[in-house]
């Protein structure tokens, strides 16, 4: 308690602050070594799903960061696993769609038309993107469907588009993307798969919505490429099974006619003559003429004129007939219209790279020998019935027996030191650094700043007078704290004597230097004293010769 008294009120002040200063950031240091490590819980989150969740971690009270503007979640690693169970429980994440719960909300009675219209639409976008988010490759999914109104007095209807956005988590082949075009088009009425583009997260085009059966050059490409692909792995998976697995390498390039052609053609067989039609007309007509006997005539007049008979009269008679007959023959014709759609294979190049046979040893020495002529034989025969070898066509195929290069040995990446993870390796790296900062606080700030604290010069109390020759003193009680000089920052002044110690000091030093007594008979015993005294009580040998100062004065 003496000690504390003597320190004074400033020295007090200051160890009290650092005191405090100390245990704050101790108390932080165990306070983040015993918290758990935040862990991710959900990144590329909606704003909408992003206050659903947080919504639910402060009503169970579950400590969490937010960062990413908010859609990037941390919650304590120990509950990361319970948190996405119940949270998916309930459907959350949504991906920030609506449904047909829109029309759940009752709405007032005032409601347009119109915004019947845009909720229907928005229902129907919601309900889309979480079928298509059920496909496991698809992360996310937005869809835009344009739903054209019908202008009054127009016979033609303009047909609804769509447009869908995925976040993929994988690849997705062509024929998945023509699965969500076919799915989106019987979804809406009107629309057809051909007016669907779909594109992904990069604005890569999955699928450009052409016309149907219509190929553009990058969807011949795209054709191409995987016609290629598909021979490619069949002859893979063909030869893997005797030769083994990542022994051979094919690659396959085709040639393909993409033109679209169409052929319009008309037969006609003379000899294949066939009755249509008949029509017959038959006429037959007899015509008589007669003269009387007092017709006027040369014939009349001569002896028994000729066509006159017994009753003295005469005449003439005709008959005709006429018959018509038209036949009608058909002709056998035959029409054959040919539609030639793109992709005819014109030309296939087959290379195929084979590795050899390694044995090892009995002692663990490994040797390569090729493959024989017979062995190379056998499989060009098999790699020409996978792809449809035609000589006629000009394909070609190559099969060499090379040796494969050997990988060099990667280094295991998630080896362990001492049995931790990376995880648990990062967590004592992040221990080990809290402790040498705690360390360098201690040595590089608390040791000098209690250092200089205590080195402050001491208020000497009021009651202490230094003593003088005889009876007299020195200096007044109080002049001392007046007079204090600071000694070194590096010293620590011993405690401060009462007035009777104080007084006896003074005197014995008074008697030791007194020019009476030591006048003629100063040797080198006594200087040697008087050093050791000044070296032992520096602070009253500082204090005399203050006296020696006031009484000049």
């Known amino acids: 308690m003496q000690t504390l008294r003597n320190l004074g009120a400033t020295r007090l002040v200051a160890l009290a602050a650092v005191g405090f200063a100390l245990i704050a950031f101790f108390t932080?240091?165990?306070?983040?070594?015993?918290?758990?490590?935040?862990?991710?819980?959900?990144?590329?989150?909606?704003?909408?799903?992003?206050?659903?969740?947080?919504?639910?971690?402060?009503?169970?009270?579950?400590?969490?960061?937010?960062?990413?503007?908010?859609?990037q979640i941390y919650v304590p690693q120990d509950q990361v696993a319970r948190l996405r169970l119940s949270l998916a429980s309930e459907g959350i994440p949504a991906g920030g769609s609506i449904g047909y719960e829109i029309f759940d909300r009752a709405d007032a009675l005032g409601t347009t038309n119109f915004v019947q219209q845009i909720n229907q639409i928005r229902a129907l976008e919601g309900e889309l993107a979480r079928t298509i988010r059920s496909i496991h490759q698809v992360r996310s999914a937005r869809v835009h469907l344009v739903m054209p109104k019908r202008e009054l007095f127009s016979r033609d209807r303009a047909e609804p588009t769509a447009s869908v956005v995925l976040a993929l988590q994988g690849g997705l082949d062509k024929g998945q993307v023509s699965a969500i075009q076919h799915?989106?088009?019987?979804?809406?009425?009107?629309?057809?798969?051909?007016?669907?583009?779909?594109?992904?997260?990069?604005?890569?085009?999955?699928?450009?919505?052409?016309?149907?059966?219509?190929?553009d050059t990058a969807n011949s490409e795209d054709m191409r490429r995987s016609y290629e692909a598909r021979l490619s792995q069949a002859i893979e998976q063909l030869l893997a099974q005797t030769l083994g697995a990542g022994k051979v390498r094919a690659e396959v390039t085709a040639e393909l006619d993409f033109n679209h052609v169409t052929t319009n053609k008309e037969d006609f067989n003379p000899d294949g003559q066939v009755v249509r039609s008949t029509n017959s007309i038959e006429e037959t007509g007899t015509t008589q003429e007669r003269q009387g006997a007092n017709s006027v005539s040369v014939a009349n007049n001569t002896p028994n004129p000729p066509g006159q008979d017994a009753n003295g009269t005469s005449g003439s008679s005709s008959q005709t007939g006429r018959t018509e007959e038209i036949v009608n023959y058909e002709i056998s014709k035959t029409v054959r219209t040919e539609v030639k759609a793109g992709g005819e294979?014109?030309?296939?190049?087959?290379?195929?790279?084979?590795?050899?046979?390694?044995?090892?040893?009995?002692?663990?020495?490994?040797?390569?020998?090729?493959?024989?002529?017979?062995?190379l034989a056998q499989i060009d025969a098999l790699v020409k019935s996978a792809i449809g070898?035609?000589?006629?066509?000009?394909?070609?195929?190559?099969?060499?027996?090379?040796?494969?290069?050997?990988?060099?040995?990667?280094?295991?990446?998630?080896?362990?030191?001492?049995?931790?993870?990376?995880?648990?390796?990062?967590?004592?790296?992040?221990?080990?650094?809290?402790?040498i900062v705690a360390m360098l606080v201690l040595l590089l700030v608390v040791r000098p700043l209690l250092g200089r604290i205590l080195a402050m010069p001491s208020i000497a109390p009021a009651n202490i007078a230094l003593a003088g020759p005889g009876d007299r003193l020195a200096l007044p009680p109080g002049a001392a704290a007046a007079l204090a000089i600071p000694g070194p920052a590096q010293t620590q002044l011993p405690a401060v004597p009462s007035a009777s110690e104080a007084e006896a000091i003074a005197a014995e030093i008074d008697q030791m230097i007194d020019i009476n007594q030591v006048e003629g008979r100063v040797r080198a015993s006594s200087i040697k004293k008087i050093s050791e005294l000044v070296d032992q009580h520096p602070e009253q040998a500082v204090n005399l010769i203050r006296q020696w100062v006031y009484q000049e004065q």
Do not use: C
Not at 345 to 373: C, E, N
Not at 405 to 413: F, K, N, T, V, Y
Not at 420 to 435: F, G, I, P, S, W
């Open 183 to 215: 799915l989106i088009a019987s979804a809406v009425p009107g629309m057809k798969s051909k007016n669907v583009s779909v594109i992904d997260n990069n604005g890569e085009l999955l699928a450009r919505g052409a016309d149907e059966g219509g190929l």
């Open 28 to 71: 932080f240091i165990v306070t983040r070594l015993a918290s758990p490590g935040m862990t991710l819980l959900y990144s590329g989150l909606d704003p909408a799903d992003s206050g659903q969740i947080v919504q639910r971690m402060d009503t169970q009270g579950i400590p969490y960061e937010l960062r990413g503007d908010g859609s």
């Open 345 to 375: 294979v014109k030309r296939i190049s087959a290379a195929v790279l084979v590795d050899g046979i390694h044995q090892v040893a009995a002692d663990g020495a490994k040797t390569y020998q090729p493959r024989s002529t017979e062995e």
């Open 389 to 435: 070898f035609d000589e006629k066509r000009g394909d070609i195929v190559n099969v060499v027996n090379m040796k494969f290069a050997e990988p060099a040995p990667l280094e295991d990446s998630g080896t362990t030191l001492l049995g931790l993870d990376k995880t648990d390796l990062m967590r004592l790296a992040e221990l080990v650094v809290l402790a």
